[in-house]
């Protein structure tokens, strides 16, 4: 027993020594904030913009933002753990690899962060904490900087944006696996801009209820034979501003991930061994389907118009059937698809 006693306290004695050796570097000090800045004034084509690439005409804020006072402490790690929100599928290239972006309260601006210490190189920082190694006992290199980038997003609406300065991350200083030292909150400063977005309106055809003529079975001989009986032409009609480039995908409503060129049949349907083929109006190439969005690059986004000195743009499109299965049932079929339109 005397020996568990003895034992004890000298665990307890080695802890305070560690404690101890780690006092005199328990204050991290700030140094300056970040000040990205926008342009005032942005014109530009509403998803023209790739996302994850440096916003136009904007500035990226490199600032010395950190240092841990003392001499001779012994500091295993310093940990930068960001606050922002995620924007989703969005990463920006930085100096070691991808960074995660974080919304700005701006639509389709959000920014990115790297961070470094001073004898080192800069790191990308993450959706969650980021590590650091410590530096030898005394060093000098507790110097921390951080950089941010404001990054596109996404389409970028009409409108005057104004959202106040903001905490992006926090840094602290770890022993033993926890941060024991004060966390230093670092941010960014109030940011601006006026957005005027060029981009189309739909005038006609929102909404297309697309007849298809009766079928033939015995016709489709072969899996992946296609009628050549098809749908009366339905078209959607877009007044646009002046040099707009509009391009659309088409989803499958029922099967939202299929990114084939055969539409899904609805639920409702009885007939089997059949789906649907959409094509621009005097083309044989069905166009294939794609996730619901307009960012530019979406895939399977094709050209639809453009419109040179703004005016209308009518997009044109008809069915047909494919035969999917070895028998096919006779029946009623019905499906469904919308189109996304993205203006660059």
Do not use: H
Not at 95 to 109: K, L, Q, S, W
Not at 127 to 151: D, E, H, I
Not at 153 to 176: C, E, H, I, K, N
């Amino acid at each position: 027993m005397l020996f568990k006693i003895t034992s004890s306290a000298l665990i307890l004695g080695v802890m305070f020594l560690s404690e101890s050796a780690f006092a005199g570097c328990t204050v991290i000090w700030p140094g300056t904030s970040l000040s990205p800045t926008l342009p005032t004034t942005l014109s530009q084509v509403r998803d023209s913009l790739t996302p994850g690439i440096q916003f136009p005409s904007s500035t990226a804020g490199s600032e010395y933002v950190a240092g841990i006072s003392g001499a001779g402490c012994r500091l295993d790690a310093v940990v930068v753990t960001p606050l922002g929100r995620v924007v989703p599928g969005v990463t920006y290239q930085g100096y070691t690899g991808p960074a995660a972006v974080f919304e700005t309260g701006i639509p389709g601006i959000g920014y990115a962060l790297e961070t470094k210490n001073i004898n080192t190189s800069w790191v990308s920082i993450g959706a969650g904490p980021t590590v650091f190694p410590g530096g030898p006992s005394g060093s000098g290199g507790w110097g921390y900087n951080q950089r941010v980038t404001l990054v596109a997003t996404g389409a970028v609406p009409t409108g005057t944006y104004r959202v106040p300065a903001q905490t992006t991350s926090t840094l602290g200083a770890m022993l033993d696996g926890t941060v024991v030292s004060n966390r230093l909150s670092l941010g960014i400063g109030a940011l601006s801009i006026t957005v005027t977005a060029r981009a189309c309106t739909i005038t006609s055809g929102a909404t297309n209820a697309v007849v298809m003529p009766q079928l033939v079975t015995y016709s489709l001989k072969a899996v992946g034979d296609v009628s050549a009986a098809k749908s009366a032409p339905f078209s959607l009609g877009l007044k646009c501003d002046a040099n707009v480039s509009v391009y659309a995908t088409l989803t499958d409503a029922t099967n939202p991930a299929n990114t084939g060129n055969i539409l899904s049949l609805a639920k409702n349907s009885t007939a089997t061994g059949l789906g649907i083929q959409i094509m621009k109006q005097g083309t044989t190439s069905p166009l294939n389907f794609g996730p619901d969005s307009s960012v530019k690059g979406n895939k399977n986004q094709w050209l639809a118009g453009r419109s040179a000195s703004g005016g209308v743009i009518s997009v044109p499109l008809e069915a047909r059937y494919i035969k999917t299965a070895e028998t096919i049932k006779p029946g009623a079929m019905s499906a469904l698809s919308t189109i996304t339109f993205s203006y660059q």
